[in-house]
């Protein structure tokens, strides 16, 4: 899938929707692939580091740009302005912010021509993409904004050497690059020492190219061919216009070659081997043709994840919390799939990492197979008696749990082989047999998978390791019990076991299990675990639901272990586990206990799990406003208070440490549970659901849906509207940018009739012989749709309104189907100065405003603000704000906002 994203200058203007779209001061992105490595432009600074092996520089406690920075980089800008030459070499700007999978930076003006750098890793999501997200190279996308009254000469260059300051190799091959023609610096090697790359191109037919040492670069914009290590494009920019120079690094190396032992014998190559086989310069040669194919991609995810009316901390917060997904992912070339727990020097760690996996099932499930593939190889054997299914900690048994070494002497980056089902866990627990929760975790990334792809063969093929995995967690049950009771789990820390947890968790692996099978046909399977989940549910309620103290501390550090199979259920779309004055109780229990506290404090012992588990249990039991507020305090701690590390979250309560924990994309839950939105593409069925915090007014807008198959938007509203039948109570739109197949829809039932009226819309027609049922009570209850035959959703989508009581017939009459938001903004000239006039339309009548932001987010005033009718208008702009504020020369983000939602331009502010 491609993410559909509007043509602007910069994509800066992309992210645009919000007052703080981005978070500064990160020292950037990580930019590159899974399983690769990755580069870091620091834009305050001017550095690049790279760290082209796993694990990354956390894994040594500390920054990318402390032993791992290029001794020589940069951007370098030159501009002839009728013979008046003006250079910026190695520019930099606090003009900066991060969102993975992109990192901008606006500099200042250099002879009149403003330079906006958007750098980028190669992510796209989308089943199709599993070559270009796990390449290893990085882009950087540099747009130059000509605001003089005559053409300009404007030249960029990229600097790049491949030794560090501390005198490392970076990228392999040679340590000095040499020039490949005229755009292209070759770090030569070969399949031992590997090779790096770096090319430039420009979007203007007409540009030239350098490449080589900086030479007379500051006065002609020309390099100097041979020996060096920079690239540039030079190009002629009309008066007023723009030109993007676009520059791509690539690196080609192997993981280890000599193996420390026999117990891990053989060389270890990286998953992007078998996509370039020859070396970095095919993987440039890659990027530069794919390159506007790459930018939409990274960029889109920024855009439609930004695009939504979630609060702006919010959405930075999903996207920021995405670094497990460059920094921790382990990809060997014979599709050995894991992820680095961080903090500690463990490979696998499935308790965690799964609570992750969400985001990498729903955009790469090729990847999701291999890894659910090395777990199934590496369980436990037949021959190993009673421990038949049991899934391992992780895959590198650690001998130490410190930061390890960033090269080949370390055996704890060496994963084991396929199929080593005996080999000991992590120094701490070497023998985690004991850990339910292992298991439960293996299931739901089956389950998870079997959403996302409906690939059936795949699950086929995997089917005797669930069923194995699940009876073993039968198995460990103490006789006459249904539930794991004496199980550890990942709350391994000291004297602060959480045994409720694992039992939780096992409810809802063997309802997943009964999915399954049904799925499969396998009707003596899904009997069983519908047996044995109904059996244990009954037995967790009297052991655990039913006591005053469910979720309450006690002596406990993790009592949010307690409802974590509630939330787990609910994201899954499973009937609640647990009875609703029990969970209503623990939940008091837990906010209790926390609310009071403050700072780091209420996050809990480990800060991921509290929000997923307690924040996803508040979640469900209609309780948004407080499950966003504990989201909150952990932006505030982790985000607003430290953004220097947002890239290198601890585990535990430190905020200002270098180490990169796996857990954190598990922040993308919470919008599938706010949304209520799951995707099920092997029974072809939608779920919506939503739980809105109060401050979004009952409406959700632009909310992304992840989806392998192609991302999709839903727009939904629940404020009540009075018809001539009734009062219509939830209007839904649901887009997909590719066709997702839908026979069924599971609604969120807000009515208090028997038989609420439901339309459907589809390719501008009521969809006919749509069956319904009331279903589940309290914070479950549902409306399940079944529709007579599939329909395929795509761009012109499906709307969906519920009523209390008939449909209305003048709802019947009006043409519903989904339709784009109809509105735009234009400026004359592309600048904006006093005098200029701002075009504008809206497609609804209702409150208007026009706003000014820097590129960094903050707000700059409001120019505009009030209601108007639906149509075109103008406004005449005189240079100020509406209080009266000047405003000073400078690029800026205009932005448009209406009921419909908000579109932005990108302008160049001229006094």
């Known amino acids: 899938m491609v993410l559909r994203v509007v043509n602007m200058l910069c994509i800066v203007a992309l992210f645009s929707s919000s007052n703080i779209w981005a978070l500064a001061n990160t020292k950037g992105s990580p930019l590159g692939g899974m399983g690769t490595g990755y580069l870091k432009f620091d834009a305050t600074t001017g550095q690049i580091a790279a760290v082209t092996k796993v694990m990354p520089a956390a894994s040594e406690g500390m920054s990318e740009f402390a032993n791992h920075t290029s001794s020589s980089c940069g951007l370098h800008f030159f501009v002839n302005n009728g ?60 747009t130059a904004i000509n605001a003089n009254a005559t053409d300009c000469e404007v030249a960029v260059a990229l600097e790049f050497s491949n030794i560090s300051t501390q005198g490392k190799n970076l990228l392999g091959g040679a340590d000095v690059g040499a020039s490949d023609g005229e755009n292209a610096i070759s770090w030569a090697g070969d399949q031992t020492i590997g090779s790096g790359y770096m090319m430039a191109g420009c979007e203007t037919n007409t540009a030239t190219f350098s490449s080589g040492a900086m030479g007379t670069f500051t006065t002609t914009g020309t390099l100097t061919a041979g020996a060096g290590n920079i690239v540039s494009a030079k190009c002629v920019i009309p008066a007023g216009s723009s030109t993007r120079f676009r520059f791509v690094i690539s690196w080609w190396n192997r993981w280890i070659l000599t193996p420390p032992n026999t117990v891990k014998p053989g060389e270890e190559d990286h998953w992007y081997h078998n996509y370039y086989p020859t070396g970095a310069k095919e993987v440039a040669t890659f990027g530069m043709e794919n390159y506007e194919l790459i930018r939409a991609g990274a960029t889109g995810i920024v855009k439609r994840t930004m695009a939504s009316n979630f609060p702006e901390w919010y959405k930075e917060r999903l996207l920021n919390n995405l670094y497990p997904l460059i920094h921790n992912s382990v990809s060997a070339k014979d599709g050995r799939t894991g992820y680095w727990e961080g903090q500690y020097a463990i490979i696998g760690t499935i308790d965690q990492n799964e609570h992750a996996g969400l985001w990498y099932v729903f955009n790469w499930p090729q990847n999701q197979w291999r890894e659910l593939q090395f777990w199934a190889r590496s369980s436990h054997k037949a021959d190993e008696g009673n421990l038949l299914g049991q899934i391992h900690h992780d895959f590198n048994g650690t001998t130490s749990l410190s930061t390890w070494a960033y090269d080949n002497s370390d055996i704890n980056r060496f994963l084991y082989p396929w199929d080593n089902s005996t080999h000991d866990d992590y120094s701490y627990s070497p023998n985690t047999t004991d850990w339910m929760d292992l298991n439960c975790m293996f299931i739901f990334k089956a389950y998870e998978l079997m959403l996302a792809t409906g690939d059936r063969d795949s699950l086929t093929i995997y089917w005797p390791y669930i069923k194995n995995t699940a009876n073993r967690i039968i198995v460990y049950c103490t006789p006459g019990t249904k539930l794991p009771h004496q199980s550890l789990s990942s709350y391994d820390s000291p004297n602060s076991q959480n045994y409720t947890y694992p039992s939780a968790l096992s409810l809802s692996a063997w309802y997943a299990v009964a999915e399954m099978a049904k799925w499969l046909g396998e009707t003596e399977t899904e009997d069983k675990y519908r047996e044995q989940y109904t059996a244990a549910r009954e037995e967790f309620a009297t052991t655990y639901a039913a006591q005053n103290d469910f979720g309450n501390a006690g002596d406990q550090n993790h009592p949010e272990g307690d409802v974590a199979g509630y939330s787990w259920a609910r994201y899954f779309g499973f009937p609640a586990n647990i009875d609703s004055m029990f969970i209503v109780r623990g939940c008091s229990n837990l906010w209790n206990k926390y609310s009071g506290l403050t700072n780091q404090a209420r996050l809990g012992l480990w800060h991921f799990y509290q929000f997923d588990h307690f924040g996803g249990a508040l979640t469900a039991i209609a309780e948004p406003d407080k499950a966003l507020e504990v989201h909150q305090w952990d932006y505030e701690y982790f985000h607003a208070a430290s953004p220097a590390f947002v890239h290198w979250q601890d585990l535990w309560d430190a905020n200002n440490v270098y180490r990169s924990y796996g857990t954190a994309p598990t922040v993308w839950r919470s919008l599938f549970q706010f949304s209520g939105m799951l995707v099920d593409n092997a029974n072809n069925r939608l779920w919506c659901r939503p739980q809105i915090p109060t401050s979004m007014n009952k409406t959700l807008i632009n909310v992304p849906i992840v989806n392998p198959i192609g991302w999709g938007t839903l727009n939904y509203n629940e404020n009540p509207v009075a018809t001539s039948a009734g009062t219509r109570v939830q209007s839904i739109a649901i887009q997909f940018d590719s066709s997702v197949t839908v026979k069924e829809l599971v609604l969120k039932n807000n009515t208090t009739v028997a038989d609420p009226g439901i339309l459907i819309w589809h390719n501008n027609a009521v969809v006919e012989g749509a069956t319904s049922v009331l279903e589940g009570s309290g914070f479950e209850k549902n409306i399940r749709i079944t529709l007579a035959a599939p329909i395929q959703v795509g761009p012109d989508g499906l709307n969906v309104k519920v009523y209390e009581g008939a449909v209305p017939a003048e709802d019947l009459s009006v043409h519903h189907t989904a339709r784009k938001v109809g509105y735009a903004l234009s400026l004359t000239g592309g600048q904006l100065e006093s005098g200029r006039t701002i075009s504008f339309s809206v497609p609804v009548t209702g409150k208007v405003t026009l706003d000014l932001f820097q590129v960094n987010g903050a707000k700059i005033g409001t120019l505009a603000n009030g209601s108007l009718s639906a149509g075109s208008h103008t406004i005449l702009w005189k ?33």
């Open 83 to 142: 013979g008046t030459v003006a250079s910026q070499p190695k520019a930099t700007t606090l003009n900066e912010s991060a969102v993975i999978p992109v990192y901008a930076a606006t500099f200042a003006p250099v002879g009149g021509v403003t330079f906006i750098d958007t750098s980028y890793g190669p992510i796209i999501s989308g089943a199709a993409y599993d070559k270009i997200t796990h390449s290893p190279m990085a882009f950087f996308d540099v």
């Open 879 to 911: 240079g100020i704000t509406a209080h009266g504020s000047k405003v000073p020369t400078n690029m800026a983000i205009l932005r448009l906002t209406c009921s419909s939602g908000s579109i932005a331009k990108t302008v160049y502010i001229k006094k």
